[in-house]
């Protein structure tokens, strides 16, 4: 893995290649070299190497993101800092706490005022009782006899994990708002400058090789899965709680974003049949099948 790209981010209050302690002294894990050198960057592209499928509950109210590096404090090295990609939702929620440390407020605040708001998104949910007041689709999950897809028995994951998704929803039009964003160079549609062209471009620059499975991509930049597609090249994220799934893809040297968001059936099957046809009629893009073992 190499360091590329712009380092300093949050409008040049971080330093992503500085130890994440820099910014939130009391991260720990259960290996205390590994904790003192972690950085952003290794956070952002899945290379930080602690075990990263936490769904711990941490309760509801503000500091749960804070109390969540309390819990995990002891949580195992699987392998050194940089050293091979693994994607980590527990890495995303230390994330989210150095955001909250550096914008002084909890992360679903900091989401709204200098994301969601300055973009102009209409429908966006940081947690269930934001949600209910929109229609807000409820997961399905197959029914063990084969029937119709049944309700899922929660609408979202722990609070604690919000930072790496697990209680964000909004509308298919916001998310492609965002996705513009990214393609008119980090410029709201009110001309509002959220990102610098610098760091839009650091975000789609390759941290890490991946093993091409198909929908993670064949390399992760700081934050986007990168694919390396005939007609591209295409940058992603996909995202899946209980019973729901969401997939996007962006091409940005043809200005187009797909977004496709599911709560039931078989998403993945959906996902290749729609963004096989759009990618192809509106990009030029070839989506390549899933592969197959032997």
């Known amino acids: 893995m190499r360091n590329r790209g712009s380092t300093r981010w949050l409008q040049g209050l971080l330093d992503l290649d500085a ?3 820099d910014y939130v002294p009391a991260f720990s894990l259960g290996d205390a070299a590994a904790a003192a050198a972690i950085t952003t960057r290794q956070l952002l592209s899945h290379v930080s190497g602690f075990e990263g499928d936490l769904f711990i509950d941490t ?3 503000d500091d749960c993101v804070e ?3 309390e819990v995990i404090a002891d949580t195992p090295q699987l392998f050194a800092p940089g050293e091979r990609f ?3 939702n527990a890495a995303f929620v230390v994330l989210g706490r150095i955001v909250e440390v550096l914008r002084e407020k909890p992360f679903h605040r900091a989401l709204h005022e200098h994301l969601a708001d300055p973009l102009g998104l209409t429908h966006v949910a940081t947690d269930a009782s934001e949600a209910i007041m929109f229609r807000a689709a409820l997961g399905h999950l ?9 309700p899922a028995p929660v609408w979202s994951l722990v609070r604690s994990n919000a930072p790496a998704g697990a209680m964000l929803a909004m509308t298919a039009r916001d998310l492609v708002t965002y996705a513009r964003m990214h393609i008119d160079g980090g410029i709201a549609p009110d001309g509002t400058r959220m990102l610098s062209p610098e760091s839009v471009a650091a ?4 941290q890490v090789e991946v093993p091409d499975f198909g929908l993670m991509g064949s390399a992760w930049g700081l934050g986007w899965s990168l694919y390396d597609w005939a007609g591209g090249p295409v940058i992603g994220h996909d995202g899946g709680t209980i019973g729901q799934s969401a997939f996007l893809r962006i091409v940005p040297e043809a200005g187009v974003a797909v977004a496709i968001l599911t709560n039931g059936g078989t998403p993945i099957s959906l996902y290749l049949r729609l963004m096989t046809k759009i990618l192809d ?3 030029g893009v070839t989506v390549p099948s899933l592969p197959v073992p032997p």
Do not use: F, W
């Not at 197959?142 to 049944?150: F, I, Q, R, T, Y």
């Not at 975000?203 to 390759?206: D, K, L």
């Open 19 to 21: 130890p994440v302690r």
């Open 59 to 61: 309760g509801a109210a």
């Open 67 to 69: 109390k969540y590096l």
């Open 86 to 88: 693994s994607y980590n």
């Open 142 to 150: 197959p029914a063990e006899d084969g029937g119709e897809p049944v």
């Open 203 to 206: 975000m789609q620059t390759r």
């Open 281 to 283: 009629e509106l990009a």
